[in-house]
């Protein structure tokens, strides 16, 4: 176990590179004095590396099984929750009204970070109550609110998102779950709901599944989906777990990770449910909650980046192999430039998606506490970015990981192949990467690209404040936000769709290097001079950053030669 | 199951981009006519296909497990190595003299890429008994070939090879074992290896191990290492399997992947051997094989991802998911831009690595025919770019099957996710892609870079003839192999080894993709005008090989900025 949380580094994130200092000036956040945060980070920290990091590989090694209908999980998870719990970790976000700490995202966020690093599959668990929380908050009746969010909160109950059916993955539209009003201010709901993930377990009091189902006079598509709380159990007139609800747990998958998050096939058979909004508007209380449940699963891959780093960072550090080829070496493996450079490619791609991240959480905590409608939209554009980018590197930054190992990277027992498999998920559940830049390319840029445009302005004036200290650092910032720019252009300029998602996944890649080279230009500038962050800003710059400009190109070839490959071609 | 095998993508290959003619024009391989040629590949192929891709999933759900010190497969297996071992495909490139088919490398590495996409785990079997083969062809006494060869090439027994200890991986010049000799033309082999693939098994009658170990007046380092053939049974006077030897499969160890194959920590107790070569030289012996074994390594990821991909188009050929977004569309995924990049970066990554590849035989053919020493010096350059891209290009085709599956492909029943946790260790095994990129970089360019430049002289010369025809296309391939061409020069100018180090990964890649985008001209100039290769070629040449750049920019970098990044600043 080598997991530390790393609090240091998110602290100077968010106190030099994202600015948290501008959420806690606003009113709604005035509570989160530095103070505040600091003892926060440090506690959430203290539980992920003492508590939850143990009980990462016993996931692995010991999956939730389902037996007779009731799932079993792995063995501490139930403690590991209760700590979670009683920490009000799983409310930390929420309002004060039912228990919640009313912290920033921004700080949530951190925490997640942590949480993740430390047991992706057991932080699943009160990140998909998290979700539900909010979507509650924005859109359940007062009723629901009172009974619900008290025990979520809490983390006496848990909480899911029933979305997928088997012929309805990203194409949440063709969903076939029905939905009957009951008269009587309940629904039956009726289908089934595959890939839930924590869909029960055996050490909360009650599970409630938010899920989406069809009302009889629902529309076809989208816009005939409505949104439920279907609990387990039915809570009794003083919202205590009452009779069993008429709902299953069909099956458990057999992943290739994240063994310790029991992920289920539901079948709801006329199971009661109540209405969680306005009826067929269930899926704008599902996209509420999924832009920022997007936003934790970027995290999640930031955190798997995090442990899969030090991870082989220790063996690195003391796995000796041959002679040292430099003189005044250690004697270990990380004297070799090629060890060398993986590491420091890790950890500089973990800082510039941390930084995306944090700096997304900080935007939609300044629209959330202003109402601004730029925050709003620098929000609804970098959380696309901090998902996909974010679980990109972690699934890059556990392979390295794994190559840093050597043979013993291929060993289960040594743990670096277990952060491959767990956060290979993250870069397709809550809408695939590709979703998530399609999302960018079109929705984000109904604006005619200006949010987009107002970043980068942002990059680039804030770039140039360090340019008498870094000229050259800034300068390949500077002109690879320039760059950036004009093939944004170039892209709003495409009226057919198709010419956007050709280049949709690189477009978004070299935005997130671009940013990630920016918030290293800012550490540097902070360092003030020579330094650890600074020689990691010039890794980043001068030998990742470059992949942008092929990223561009490819980008701006458009979809006709794309398509002109045809089905049959690629079958030849 | 959907692998087929890629006959015709191979025998293209063959015939029009690494010019398998110029081999048969030899003496040597007089033999391998077309109708020879084209009769094997359809035979091997309908081996992949019918009798070892069905094993494939088998291996991966039930692991080689260790019973009593004995070594039990997975159902299936001992058939699918039969109809191995009677197609003579164990011996397809020994010498005919016992047994062999004395067939051309560029011939049983085309075979051996089927093998492996239907089947690693089983095929590795096979794949390590051809480079014991190949060592005691070269370098074993007359005796030992007499009683090892025939057994080996017929498969009735395999071959293992035992270099890694647990100090000594990369590194093998610090192996502990011990040999000590008997004076009656035996040694006594004292020690532990660990790593060792298909160390025993329940269908072959006998197991014989190459051992690298030191006899007691051995120099340190690798100059005092001999290699030795210790048998599990010792042959008795008419060559069949007689005593047990002094040797134990300690454990097999628990992998991320290739469940299939058995990989042991291996016990000589004082066991029986007979030296192969002479004394202190067994390294030398390593090397000949270990070379050829790298190509082997290098079509298993090419292998690998024509599976990968194979899967991948059938799911996205299947899989109906909202709305068509072109006219005229499939109505499956397929129709989806993204879906339809991922696919095409699939392909033409594939065909780039295995292009490369047969080429690398093609060039070892023709240095065996031919003892010239341009060809000799072509194929040593070309054999850490065949690993290292070809394992690499493994492990991204076999990423982006998950990714083309969504959600399913996280799920083990799909297959996807064994394709990516098999190949992970191609990238590591036979020499790390690390070691492989410092080969090149170092001991291949300790001809001053001539092998490099001389290659791609030719891949100038060559693209210029396609210019008339794709100017566009002939542009970026010439310029890029430009590039390249410059870079080596900065490269080979460099005296200090770290900064050839340092970049030695991206510039093995920028390499690859040259000699990839080269490949692609080729086939569209074969193709003649419009057609899919030439559509494929569009898309790698000015989607993919762009990045040359970028990893160019890297290599040139150098050490210093690198090293500058303390092991201190790394634990920040």
């Keep these: 176990m080598t997991y530390t949380a790393p609090t240091r580094e998110i602290q100077f994130i968010l106190d030099h590179i994202v600015g948290l200092d501008q959420v806690r000036e606003t009113e709604r956040f005035a509570d989160a004095t530095a103070d505040v945060v600091e003892a926060i980070l440090q506690e959430a920290g203290k539980l992920s590396t003492e508590v939850l990091a143990p009980l990462n590989r016993v996931g692995d090694l010991e999956p939730a099984t389902l037996e007779n209908g009731v799932v079993r999980c792995s063995t501490g998870f139930d403690k590991g929750y209760e700590a979670i719990a009683e920490g009000g970790w799983v409310g930390m976000a929420a309002d004060a009204e039912f228990g919640g700490m009313a912290l920033p995202m921004t700080v949530a966020t951190a925490v997640n970070d942590m949480l ?24 359940a009746s007062d009723h629901l609110k009172s009974v619900y969010l008290p025990k979520l909160i809490s983390g006496e109950w848990n909480g ?50 938010l899920v989406l189902a069809r009302l009889p006079d629902g529309a076809k598509g989208t816009k005939g989906i409505s949104l439920f709380m279907v609990p387990k159990y039915i809570p009794d007139e003083d919202g205590n777990p009452g009779k069993a609800n008429s709902l299953r747990v069909v099956s458990l998958e057999h992943k290739m990770g994240l063994h310790g998050s029991p992920t289920a096939v539901m079948e709801y058979d006329g199971a009661t449910g109540w209405i969680v909004g306005e009826e067929h508007a ?47 070496g250690t004697g270990t493996i990380i004297d070799h430039a090629d060890v060398r450079r993986m ?26 506490a202003t109402g601004s409608a730029d925050w709003q939209a ?94 050259e650092l800034t300068e390949s910032v500077w002109s690879a936000a320039e760059s950036l720019r004009e093939t944004t252009e170039w892209l709003v300029a495409q009226d ?18 671009v940013l990630g080279g920016f918030a290293h230009l800012n550490a540097a500038s902070v360092e003030g001079g020579d330094g650890a962050r600074t020689r990691l800003a010039q890794f980043f710059v001068k030998r990742l950053l470059p992949e942008h400009a092929a990223l561009l190109q490819h980008v701006r070839e458009g979809a006709s030669d794309l398509y002109a490959i045809t089905p049959e071609d690629l079958a030849l």
């Design 116 to 139: 993740s690093g430390s047991c992706l599959s057991l932080s699943l668990n009160p990140l998909m109550s998290m979700g539900q929380i909010e979507a509650l908050e924005h859109h």
């Design 378 to 471: 620098r929000a609804a554009l970098l959380t696309p970015i901090a998902k996909a980018f974010g679980t990109d590197v972690g699934i890059d930054v556990a392979n390295l990981g794994v190559q840093v190992h050597g043979g013993m990277g291929f060993i289960e027992e040594t743990g670096a192949a277990q952060f491959g498999r767990d956060v290979r998920v993250t870069a397709i559940y809550e809408g695939t990467n590709g979703i998530q830049a399609m999302d960018l390319v079109a929705r984000k840029m109904m604006d005619g690209g200006e949010a987009a445009f107002r970043l980068l302005e942002d990059v680039q004036k804030y770039s140039e404040k360090a340019r008498s200290q870094f000229p």
């Design 282 to 328: 269930g899926m704008k209380a599902m996209f509420t909650m999924m832009n920022n449940a997007r936003l934790g699963v970027g995290v999640q891959g930031v955190g798997i980046a995090e442990a899969a780093y030090q991870h082989a960072l220790a063996y690195a550090n003391e796995r000796k192999q041959g002679r040292s080829p430099i003189e005044n």
């Design 160 to 209: 899911t998102m029933n979305l997928t059916e088997p012929q309805a993955g990203s194409d949440v539209g063709a969903l076939a779950s029905k939905a009957v009003d009951n008269g009587d201010g309940t629904y039956a709901i009726t289908g089934q709901k595959i890939f839930i993930s924590w869909a029960d377990n055996d050490f909360t009091a009650n599970t409630c599944h």
């Design 496 to 513: 057919d769709l198709a010419d956007r998602f050709a280049g949709a996944v690189p477009y978004l890649r070299a935005f997130a290097l």
């Design 343 to 368: 590491l420091a490619t890790m950890k500089a791609q973990t800082f510039a998606a941390r930084s995306i991240a944090l700096y997304c959480a900080v935007s939609i905590d300044m629209a959330t």
